[in-house]
């Protein structure tokens, strides 16, 4: 699986989107990009993955450049709930269910 | 929404013990998995599973076992516990080809 760059931390402000870039430059053309995120004290939880198109859900969206070198996560309006560590993981969707590679992410602090 | 429910959230067990660490989801899920997690290693992934009494090892298999007789449970062993072993043990469960949906984890410490 394609490896993952993410800036170690990142401030917000309540309120404000919150754009969560991810470098995966060795990408290959079966591979998905998912992002996870993990509050302290908690498990990872899933927030969206994406192949080629832009994806959007109740809690995020995820824009993957034409090239998909790259996505940036969107958080439209952060709130103090979504400080956590944010994970960019690169994987087929068919070992999605079999192994997925977590790096350091970056920790996002809103601030009030 | 999906239940991932790890036995204990703390635990602490001496050098040499057995330990068992549980992990039970509610959605019928195919597959589960156990990592751990340490500070500037990340998740690392030590066993899975895609179907009852089947089992593949992961990255870091090495002092540990796993056993999966019924579908939605998932059970981690360390055959004789360790010092280096001290860590979050995370498990996971996902359907085929779907992301994978994480208990809150078991801290353990052996001392």
């Known amino acids: 699986d394609a490896k993952t760059t993410q800036p170690t931390s990142m401030d917000c402000a309540e309120g404000r989107a919150a754009n969560l870039p991810c470098n995966h430059s060795?990408?290959?053309?079966?591979?998905?990009v998912y992002w996870y995120r993990q509050i302290h004290s908690q498990g990872p939880q899933y927030i969206i993955h994406?192949?080629?198109n832009n994806e959007t859900n109740e809690m995020a969206s995820l824009i993957i450049t034409e090239d998909r070198k790259s996505s940036t996560l969107i958080l439209p309006h952060a709130t103090l709930r979504d400080t956590a560590v944010y994970y960019c993981?690169?994987?087929?969707?068919?070992?999605?269910?079999?192994?997925?590679?977590f790096g350091e992410g970056t920790q996002l602090t809103v601030n009030p | 929404d999906v239940k991932v429910t790890q036995s204990s959230r703390y635990l602490v067990k001496r050098t040499g013990e057995k330990v068992f660490l549980e992990c039970v989801q509610d959605?019928?899920?195919?597959?589960m998995f156990w990592y751990r997690q340490d500070p500037g290693l990340g998740l690392r992934l030590i066993y899975f599973?895609?179907?009852?009494?089947?089992?593949e090892k992961g990255d870091i298999p090495e002092g540990y076992s796993v056993s999966r007789e019924k579908k939605e449970r998932f059970s981690l062993i360390l055959e004789s516990a360790s010092t280096n072993q001290t860590s979050m043990y995370l498990c996971?469960?996902?359907?085929?080809?779907?992301?994978?949906?994480f208990g809150d984890g078991t801290r353990l410490s052996i001392l």
């Open positions: 996971a469960s996902s359907p085929p080809d779907w992301p994978q949906h």
């Open positions: 060795t990408i290959s053309g079966n591979e998905y």
């Open positions: 994406g192949l080629k």
């Open positions: 993981i690169v994987s087929r969707e068919e070992t999605s269910g079999s192994r997925l590679t």
């Open positions: 959605m019928d899920h195919e597959n």
């Open positions: 599973s895609y179907d009852v009494k089947m089992k």
